[in-house]
């Protein structure tokens, strides 16, 4: 994976293994005006995370892989370099099953019930300002975002 040229450009790196599901975190982010990257395992997040140094990380702690979501989400606050890094968990779990898992989180989404005026809001709880106008980095036609 190429290092991207983050000059001006909002990264967000999505930790998600249902294509469904990541699939619409992508549409939220891309409209709020981020770059995206997936991620299907969390070393692919940490990999990510310590490659590219996105602006913000939405992960799922139940993640799959040799290093499981909650953990990559403890490994990142651990690290010096991502320590920082606003991290949104979205989860089939409860808040507070959630949170005993990654111990610390920017802000939670509630799966399925996943709408993007709950994305925008997670988005200021992390500092992250959605832009009134993104733009649609991807092939989705326009009436599906």
Do not use: H
Request: aromatic share 4%; net charge positive.
């Amino acid at each position: 994976m190429p290092k991207l040229d983050q000059t001006n450009v909002r990264l967000c790196v999505i930790g998600e293994s249902d294509p469904f599901l990541a699939r619409l975190l992508q549409r939220f982010a891309e409209k709020s005006g981020m770059q995206i990257q997936l991620a299907q395992t969390g070393e692919d997040v940490l990999e990510l995370a310590q490659r590219n140094k996105p602006d913000l990380i939405i992960l799922d702690p139940e993640l799959p892989g040799k290093v499981r979501g909650w953990e990559a989400a403890q490994a990142l606050r651990a690290s010096n370099q991502s320590s920082r890094t606003s991290v949104i968990i979205c989860s089939w779990l409860k808040k507070t099953e959630a949170l005993a898992l990654v111990e610390q989180m920017s802000a939670y989404l509630q799966k399925p019930d996943l709408r993007y005026e709950d994305f925008t809001e997670a988005l200021k709880a992390t500092g992250v300002k959605p832009r009134a106008n993104g733009k649609n980095r991807s092939n989705i036609p326009p009436g599906l975002t």
